[in-house]
C-alpha cells in the first residue's frame, strides 16, 4: 500500500530526528498527506491549486523511485520507531486512509497505476529474454487433475 508506505517513510524520518513520541506519530499519520512537513501558516498563505500542487509533488517524490515491492528475501531487521505497536499504527493508518479527500486518493491511485505499469514492462521483458518453451507453456496452462476420493460407507453399530 503505497499510503502506508508514504506515511512510514515520514514517520521513520521523524525518528531519524529525535522526534518519535506518540503524539508525532499520531500528528503525522493524521496529517494531510503531502502537506506534514509544513507549517500551517505557509499553507494558509497558498492558493488551493498551489496547495495541490505542492502535496502532489510532495507525494510523487517520496514515491515515484520506490514504486515496486521491494525483495524482502535478505533483509535482518525492519527499521522500527519503537513507540507504537504495528496494530496501533495500522488501526490509525486506516482510519487516516477512509477519510482522505478524492485529491489525495487520485494521487496514489496514479502512482499505482505507474507501478502497475512499470511491473507488466519488467515481467515482459524478463519473459522476452527468458522464453519458455512451448512445452512448459503448455503444461503450466493446463489445468491441474481432480482427483475423486471415495467415500467410505457409514457404518452404524
Known amino acids: 500500500n503505497l499510503f502506508y508506505r508514504f506515511k512510514r517513510s515520514k ?3 521523524a525518528h531519524k530526528r529525535g522526534d518519535s513520541s506518540e503524539e508525532t506519530i499520531q500528528r503525522l499519520i493524521r496529517a494531510v ?6 507549517s500551517s501558516s505557509s499553507a494558509g498563505t497558498m492558493a488551493s491549486e498551489e496547495v495541490k500542487e505542492h502535496r502532489r509533488n510532495e507525494i510523487r517524490s ?13 533483509r535482518t531487521h525492519r527499521k522500527s520507531h519503537g ?41 515482459a521483458e524478463h519473459e522476452e529474454k527468458y522464453p519458455q518453451t512451448p512445452q ?16 467410505k460407507p457409514l457404518q452404524v453399530k
Not at 498527506?33 to 509544513?38: A, F, I, S, T
Not at 482522505?100 to 497505476?113: C, Q
Not at 503448455?138 to 491441474?144: D, S
Open 136 to 151: 512448459k507453456k503448455a503444461k503450466m496452462n493446463k489445468a491441474p487433475a481432480t482427483v475423486e476420493t471415495p467415500k
Open 62 to 74: 517520496a514515491l515515484l523511485e520506490n514504486l515496486s515491492p521491494k525483495d524482502t528475501s535478505n
Open 11 to 13: 514517520i521513520l524520518a
Open 33 to 38: 498527506p503531502g502537506l506534514e512537513d509544513l
Open 83 to 123: 513507540c507504537m505497536s504495528f496494530v496501533a499504527m495500522n488501526k490509525i493508518m486506516c482510519s487516516s486512509w477512509k477519510s482522505v479527500d478524492d485529491f489525495t486518493k487520485s494521487v496514489f491511485e496514479e502512482l499505482a497505476e505507474e507501478g502497475r505499469r512499470m511491473y507488466r514492462k519488467r515481467i
